[in-house]
């Protein structure tokens, strides 16, 4: 049996005494990043921009400025990452002379807070987006669903462009991908779902394609690896369905990163069209 199936068994157990403990923990459990802190060779390369703090709530959240004379792209990074994820393409950017601005999302490299979730992260990119004004964002996996959340919710009418890298369509389906990983019960589930309203006054499956890319106004592109193993490709699909105004691009071998020269060449190309 591995770790998941031994905290989710163990959690199950709880349910039978308190499912909303229960609850509690699978959220916790769902809403920590492991992996996502800055390491030295991070922390280096990131001392090449400007740096800044943005405050949301009772928190800062890490701002990064590489400074250049055309327009202003905003980098938003996903899960368990940071935005020295973005090394390469900012490289790039640069000798595009772009204005780059990167941010850590909360509870993610050199950001505060303890807790990450979608609708928290999109207050943060709201707030980046109010402060720098930029004419792109470029979103990877949670980061690119956020930054919808935040255009539908603040009724952003300033971007021109946005791009998805490997998206998911659907909170409710990583919330359920998350419940069948760890094994939870029906209990925990319902629980998981009964928390997510209470604190957020929506349940997951709230936060879908049809709810936040019906009518944002930026021309989009989504570029989507058929193989991904962390977000299925039907979830592009699911977005490009609904996002009228997008382009998406089918990739085959880049995996969930989407990491690559080809990659970024789709980016840029779509950037200076």
């Not at 792209?73 to 204005?99: M, P």
């Not at 998206?167 to 919330?175: C, D, K, Y």
């Not at 419940?179 to 604190?199: D, E, F, P, Q």
């Amino acid at each position: 049996m591995n770790i998941h199936r031994i905290i989710g068994g163990t959690i199950n157990l709880i349910s039978y005494i308190s499912s909303r403990l229960a609850a509690r923990l699978a959220v916790l459990i769902f809403s920590v990043p492991r992996k996502a802190k800055l390491n030295a060779e991070a922390i280096q390369y990131l001392k090449t921009a400007n740096q800044q703090d943005l405050i949301y709530n009772n928190f800062s959240f890490k701002t990064y400025h590489w400074k250049g004379d055309k327009d202003t792209i905003l980098l938003v990074h996903g899960w368990d990452s940071n935005s020295f994820r973005w090394k390469d393409l900012i490289e790039l950017l640069k000798q595009a002379r772009y204005n780059i601005i990167s941010i850590d999302a909360p509870a993610h490299g050199a950001s505060g807070s303890k807790m990450f979730n979608a609708p928290l992260y999109s207050e943060c990119i709201n707030l980046a987006i109010q402060q720098f004004k930029p004419y792109a964002v470029i979103g990877h996996s949670i980061g690119g669903t956020s930054c919808a959340i935040a255009l539908k919710n603040h009724n952003i009418s300033s971007l021109e462009k946005l791009v998805l890298l490997g998206a998911p369509s659907n909170l409710g389906i990583s919330v359920n991908n998350y419940v069948k990983m760890m094994g939870y019960n029906n209990r925990v589930s319902k629980a998981i779902r009964a928390h997510y309203l209470k604190h957020f006054n929506q349940v997951p499956e709230y936060y879908c394609a049809e709810n936040f890319y019906n009518d944002i106004q930026p021309r989009g592109l989504i570029v989507h690896d058929k193989k991904d193993r962390i977000i299925s490709f039907k979830e592009a699909l699911d977005i490009h369905r609904v996002y009228k105004n997008s382009e998406l691009i089918k990739t085959i071998g880049h995996g969930h990163r989407l990491k690559s020269d080809k990659v970024y060449q789709y980016i840029l190309n779509f950037l200076n069209t």
